[in-house]
């Protein structure tokens, strides 16, 4: 079974890259989110490291979170990266239709949530005694999708690594994205 987290954040424009590649915290670390579990509303926090091992080149970027194994990816992921708050990530989104619908709204500023589709793995789950919180230790992360409510507040897509300098914002803006990074 997958399962699937979302959660959104503001955007900056970096200014490196060639335009087509997704920043961002992908995951909160002790981040609280009510899901359904099996068919069961619990809270879920993910602890510092759960996504150890995890090959950032077998993790692709989809639109939304894949139906079948007939859903298409839109990118793949490019780095994955263990910080203090969150694993942040980086995302190459492919020059398709709909990789571009997506770049395009990243560039308007329209916030765009993260969610995580995982497996759970042996082990890789505590539970509290009476089933209703679980902290995942461990996860093997599937795929990542763009998403417009994500379930994990305060993250998300905050940036696009852009190549021209027509598409950067404001100084101010720039100062607080490389101080965060």
């Not at 793995?121 to 992360?141: E, K, M, N």
């Not at 998300?156 to 190549?163: D, E, F, L, N, P």
Request: charge should be positive; hydrophobic fraction near 40%; glycine fraction near 12%.
């Amino acid at each position: 079974m997958i399962h699937t987290r979302h959660f959104t954040g503001t955007l900056a424009i970096r200014d490196n890259g060639d335009g087509r590649t997704l920043v961002g915290p992908l995951l909160p670390w002790g981040t609280e989110a009510r899901v359904v579990d099996q068919g069961r509303l619990v809270t879920e926090t993910f602890q510092r490291g759960a996504l150890a091992g995890t090959d950032p080149a077998l993790v692709p970027l989809t639109a939304t979170h894949p139906r079948d194994a007939g859903t298409l990816p839109i990118g793949v992921t490019v780095e994955l990266e263990e910080r203090a708050e969150a694993a942040w990530g980086a995302w190459r989104v492919s020059d398709t239709m709909i990789g571009n619908e997506v770049l395009a709204l990243a560039r308007d500023g329209v916030p765009l949530g993260l969610s995580v589709g995982f497996a759970e793995v042996p082990g890789g789950s505590r539970w509290s005694a009476d089933r209703q919180r679980v902290t995942r230790t461990s996860a093997a992360l599937d795929h990542v999708a763009v998403v417009r409510v994500p379930a994990y507040a305060g993250a998300g897509v905050i940036g696009v690594r852009g190549a021209s300098r027509e598409a950067r914002p404001t100084p101010v803006l720039l100062t607080l994205w490389r101080s965060r990074g």
